[in-house]
């Protein structure tokens, strides 16, 4: 092992600040954000939220298949440190935004595959942490990255380390795209039923474009299905918001579970995910399968996968009165209106209430409706389900070998 600081095998290219102005629909040129890096240190295509770019600008900001890139602001907490791969792509060319960095390193000195893994040590990630700025949202420049100090072996036990490491993230990669894959299916249909009104109606054909009646609906001010009526989130669902976990820290070391903060949501449990008493309330406690939202700050759903936790307050645990998946599907389509009260307040924090979700407005379907639709998906989200307790086992199994490769407590030979 040799003792470097990063400054000596690295050097970052910030991005570039392309006009708002200037984005399109479709282009070329799409725009890599914060939001691409995925949970387990990995690329995340993000397909809902892609942003085009529609205007010229520097060469240099175009990036290839492989090129390392890594955040510049902590967007969520515990995003330092997590770097990512551009994909290989044919519809589109990947462009480097502000806020995140491409990272050029000595092919000389390192491999590309640790380097990648390397950041990612809990080692560097507190030092990375420690040298950040701000308060809202956290900053660090190149300058303090370079200043970060890391021991590494030899490059040929590098290349070792990083193509094995490697190895477990392309099965990472390969299950997170069919996830998402699986996840625009069941939007697709829930889009086709719920805002298309091309439900099935008793004989099977698309509602509304098999001449089903349609009627106005003044509280909503549209044309509903006949049948169909006004109604709110609350109606379909009750909303727990999770406790202050800190007031229950656990006594004994067998008798805790992992406490899910919005970290956890985005990366699962890791090394710096704290922990509570089993015997919290029971309201507060989640099992796979449940819904979970974040009202505070990042403003969005999931189905939790992770095992038995407490939940911390900024989440509520979705508890619904329909369909289980035709809720989960509604909340997640009604999140876009809750941004748009979130940027009216001209404000980057989200922070719903539930008197916001009282006061939410949507058209509620008989709840056959909504039943139908939760079987017609429950496939899909059993695959999703699946595919992402696999993530959980090899991420697991990574976070298990990473620390032992990088410290030489497990070896290569040269």
């Avoid at 515990?78 to 589109?92: C, H, K, R, S, V």
């Amino acid at each position: 092992m040799s003792r470097h600081k990063l400054g000596d095998l690295l050097k970052i290219q910030h991005g570039y600040a392309f006009k708002s102005d200037n984005y399109v629909a479709k282009s070329q040129y799409r725009l890599v954000t914060l939001g691409n890096f995925a949970s387990g240190n990995s690329f995340k295509y993000n397909d809902e939220k892609a942003t085009y770019y529609g205007a010229e600008f520097p060469e240099e900001f175009i990036l290839k298949e492989g090129d390392l890139i890594m955040p510049m602001t902590e967007q969520v907490i515990g995003l330092f440190g997590n770097t990512a791969f551009i994909p290989e792509t044919t519809d589109y060319t990947f462009i480097l935004n502000q806020r995140v960095g491409k990272v050029i390193y000595d092919e000389g000195k390192v491999d590309k595959y640790y380097l990648h893994y390397l950041l990612a040590t809990s080692s560097v990630k507190q030092q990375i942490e420690a040298r950040a700025s701000g308060t809202r949202q956290r900053n660090i420049s190149p300058e303090n990255i370079y200043d970060v100090e890391v021991d590494i072996p030899d490059i040929s036990v590098q290349e070792k380390i990083g193509q094995f490491l490697y190895l477990l993230e392309e099965k990472q990669i390969m299950n997170n795209k069919t996830i998402q894959e699986l996840e625009i299916m069941a939007k697709v249909i829930y889009d086709y039923w719920f805002l298309q009104y091309d439900f099935p109606n008793e004989d099977g054909k698309p509602y509304k474009s098999s001449g089903g009646k349609m009627v106005w609906n003044e509280e909503l001010g549209r044309k509903i299905p006949e049948g169909w009526k006004a109604g709110n989130l609350y109606e379909i669902a009750d909303f727990v918001n999770g406790l202050a976990c800190q007031k229950y820290r656990p006594i004994h070391e067998n008798r805790k579970i992992p406490v899910i903060k919005i970290g956890e949501m985005h990366n699962g449990i890791t090394e710096s995910t704290e922990f509570v008493r089993d015997d919290i309330p029971e309201k507060n406690i989640i099992n796979n399968g449940d819904i979970l939202f974040s009202w505070s700050a990042t403003l969005e759903t999931m189905i939790w996968t992770g095992g038995k936790a407490g939940l911390n307050q900024h989440i509520f645990k979705v508890i619904p009165k329909y369909a289980k998946y035709y809720v989960f599907m509604q909340l997640s389509s009604y999140i876009v209106n809750f941004v748009k009260m979130a940027e009216a307040r001209k404000t980057t924090m989200g922070h719903i209430t539930t008197d916001h979700i009282k006061q939410s407005k949507i058209a509620l379907p008989p709840e056959s409706i909504a039943v139908n639709y939760s079987k017609q998906v429950e496939g899909i989200f059993d695959k999703v389900i699946s595919n992402s307790a696999t993530n959980r086992e090899v991420v697991s199994l990574r976070d298990f070998l990473l620390p032992l490769l990088m410290n030489g407590q497990v070896m290569f030979s040269k």
